[in-house]
């Protein structure tokens, strides 16, 4: 995917972030998601008509799309006011793809970072899917996990390759360690919330038992 995708993809996953975090208008969001899903079809369909139609190259241009459309998707839920069940079944469908993209960067282009990258990206749309599809309550931990996959996955390696120094060996062994520490943060995070789920559901159970004692 090229760097100005990555750059613009940034500015939309933090914007999100902020909405499922409850500090931005879902409205407004929305509007900017639907303008950059709308560039991020048009991007690929220029490359595609331009390659020389090899298959990485249409490999490539391809992943664009699964950005430009979920953003569209997001984007025009929001104006519906759609229940969002379809998007959660398209993330799920995004998310196994991005599985493909991971194990291929692993496998055919030995890229840790990029196959780390695609990880996360995966195990964001999944999140999207049990919210969406499955409607688990986990709005705030996929605010955070947007947020930080915003700035460690988009936009800061965005800026980096446009100064000129992403594609050094020691950045990219400095991105492989945050990246790593980013997928620690994701998992601590899920354990304190299930944690939390746990203590509300025994008080819960507490006060059913003996409501008139519970204040």
Do not use: C
């Amino acid at each position: 995917m090229g760097f100005v995708g990555l750059f613009l993809s940034g500015a939309v996953l933090f914007l999100n972030s902020l909405m499922l975090l409850g500090k931005a208008e879902a409205k407004s969001v929305g509007i900017f998601n639907l303008f950059i899903g709308t560039i991020q079809i048009i991007i690929p369909f220029n490359l595609i008509i331009v390659s020389g139609q090899d298959h990485w190259e249409l490999y490539n241009d391809a992943s664009i799309f699964l950005f430009g459309l979920t953003y569209l998707y997001v984007g025009f839920n929001i104006w519906k006011g759609l229940e969002g069940s379809g998007l959660g079944w398209f993330s799920l469908w995004v998310a196994i793809i991005g599985i493909v993209y991971t194990f291929t960067s692993i496998i055919h282009f030995h890229d840790v970072v990029n196959a780390l990258t695609w990880g996360m990206w995966a195990f964001l749309w999944f999140l999207f899917f049990l919210s969406n599809a499955l409607g688990k309550k986990i709005d705030h931990y996929i605010g955070k996990v947007a947020f930080v996959q915003s700035w460690v996955t988009l936009t800061i390696p965005s800026l980096l390759y446009f100064l000129g120094i992403w594609n050094t060996h020691i950045v990219h062994q400095i991105w492989t360690s945050v990246l790593i520490l980013a997928i620690v943060y994701f998992v601590v995070s899920f354990y304190r919330l299930k944690f939390s789920d746990q203590n509300d559901n025994i008080g819960q159970e507490i006060q059913e038992i003996h409501p008139l004692e519970v204040k």
